[in-house]
């Protein structure tokens, strides 16, 4: 009888593995997920035409990407919560009022839907979109594992993201939450390479820095904050709206190291980038990015991936939706 039942305790291993796998396990993210299951159609080649189109005439949408995924990324995880049309969802709350991009994900999904309906999850489209603006504003090309669930939650409670005045320490321990080193951070933040921001967001650091009426940032240099003040963000109400290149204005649209250079140079815009140099303790990682663009395209690349895989749900978890926009 003991050798009977030690002969079979491989088999009640694997019949157990199997029976936690169909009742509580899930399947992994993995490379080429929707090989195969699309009908004839190149999931990742749909996408990625569908991107190049709106990239050609309209190449900021790189920034507006890259914005979407952290936002979506940053809370609960990437799981299509950001997305969610609604009262009280993410989407309307304060950080998130000013994030676009929603119409290309949903153009993508219902041109997915058309070849396959109900296989491919909105979190993977937001994903592999980003892949693909990143690659056409000139970053890597990079693979991501796709195999993502789409969460039944939104919740404009949940959404708590960084300030742009974080210090250094404020801004790392805040990507620490989500399992990113002080280093992997400060590549993260050279999504600002593109994109934009407005006067209202900058003006205390130009007219009343540190709570004192007038005082400006010493951290800025002195010769943009002075174009900011005469040309940009002149301190009037009806400057807030007008928009401030996070790069310079020639680049802000290409995917490269120069937010570093200017880091250097004391040209960060947002309180939060400048910072990173300011302070000892990431100064080293700026330096390094700024001498060495091919190392940030490289860790750019990783970095985006590790953000792209934070808390996923897959296998039966969530659900893939119809629309983007709601709940099925």
């Known amino acids: 009888m003991a050798s009977a039942a030690r002969m079979s305790a491989p088999a009640l291993m694997v019949t157990l593995a199997v029976l936690a796998l169909v009742t509580g396990g899930h399947a992994q993210l993995q490379y080429g997920f929707y090989k195969g299951k699309?009908?004839?159609?190149?999931v990742e080649a749909l996408v990625q035409s569908i991107v190049k189109a709106r990239f050609a005439t309209d190449a900021p949408i790189v920034a507006y990407l890259l914005r979407l995924q952290f936002h979506e990324c940053a809370v609960n995880g990437c799981d299509g919560g950001l997305l969610i049309d609604g009262p009280g969802t993410e989407k309307t709350a304060p950080p998130n009022l000013s994030v676009?991009?929603?119409?290309?994900?949903?153009?993508?999904?219902?041109?997915?839907?058309?070849?396959?309906?109900?296989?491919?999850?909105?979190?993977?489209?937001?994903?592999?979109?980003?892949?693909?603006?990143?690659?056409?504003?000139?970053?890597?090309?990079?693979?991501?594992?796709?195999?993502?669930?789409?969460r039944r939650r939104s919740s404009a409670s949940d959404v708590k993201l960084p300030g742009a005045d974080y210090t250094a320490a404020q801004t790392t321990a805040y990507f620490a939450r989500l399992g990113l080193t002080p280093y992997e951070t400060v590549v993260l933040l050279g999504a600002h390479t593109v994109g934009a921001t407005h006067c209202s967001v900058i003006k205390s650091r130009l007219y009343s820095y540190g709570g004192k009426p007038g005082a400006t940032d010493p951290s800025m240099d002195p010769a943009l904050a002075s174009v900011y003040k005469k040309y940009v963000c002149p301190n009037v109400?009806?400057?807030?709206?007008?928009?401030?290149?996070?790069d310079d204005q020639w680049t802000a649209v290409k995917v490269d190291n120069h937010y570093y250079r200017n880091l250097q140079l004391h040209r960060g815009v947002l309180s939060c980038d400048q910072n990173l140099y300011t302070d000892g303790s990431t100064r080293s990682f700026v330096d390094q990015l700024a001498n060495d663009g091919s190392t940030f395209l490289t860790q750019f690349a990783k970095v985006l991936v590790k953000l792209s895989?934070?808390?996923?749900?897959?296998?039966?978890?969530g659900e893939v939706r119809k629309v983007c926009n709601k709940f099925n």
Not at 130 to 149: E, F, K, S
């Open 38 to 42: 699309c009908n004839a159609s190149d």
């Open 100 to 150: 676009k991009a929603y119409d290309l994900i949903a153009t993508i999904k219902s041109q997915l839907e058309k070849k396959c309906p109900g296989v491919v999850s909105c979190s993977d489209i937001e994903i592999l979109a980003t892949r693909d603006a990143v690659a056409l504003a000139g970053g890597p090309a990079y693979p991501v594992r796709t195999g993502r669930r789409d």
């Open 237 to 246: 109400s009806s400057s807030d709206g007008n928009a401030v290149f996070l």
């Open 309 to 317: 895989e934070v808390n996923v749900l897959t296998g039966t978890q």
